[in-house]
């Protein structure tokens, strides 16, 4: 099994900037891709970023340019430098992984318990 837990949320002003850590513990070694899921109220969940254990990175178009995920496999650590905040990206923010031979283009199978990141107006 491989457990995420997730830190870095916070209230933050439209234009500041947060940075979310995920640290993963268990059988770390099966973990490929790690990266971030989010929701808000009354939406379905959306992908905002991964990085592959090889360095790869993507990004869903609405944070293109304004976050950046970045990965310590020393620490077994995911970050997301999260700037130019807007209200639109208040939601619950979940880290996730994919383990070596899924699909990732699938939904991930393992998800931290989440962190919430509220941006005000």
């Known amino acids: 099994q491989v457990q995420l837990v997730e830190s870095g949320g916070g209230l933050v002003q439209a234009g500041g900037s947060l940075r979310l850590s995920c640290t993963a513990s268990g059988k770390v070694y099966a973990v490929n891709a790690m990266g971030w899921y989010r929701q808000a109220p009354g939406k379905q969940r959306e992908l905002v970023a991964f990085?592959?254990?090889?360095?790869?990175?993507n990004y869903s178009d609405s944070v293109q340019g304004r976050f950046t995920i970045s990965r310590d496999n020393t620490k077994n650590t995911v970050y997301l430098q999260m700037n130019s905040l807007k209200p639109e990206d208040t939601a619950v923010y979940y880290c996730v992984a994919h383990r070596f031979g899924e699909n990732l283009a699938t939904i991930p199978r393992t998800w931290g318990q989440g962190t919430q990141v509220t941006v005000s107006s």
């Open positions: 990085v592959t254990s090889g360095g790869s990175t």
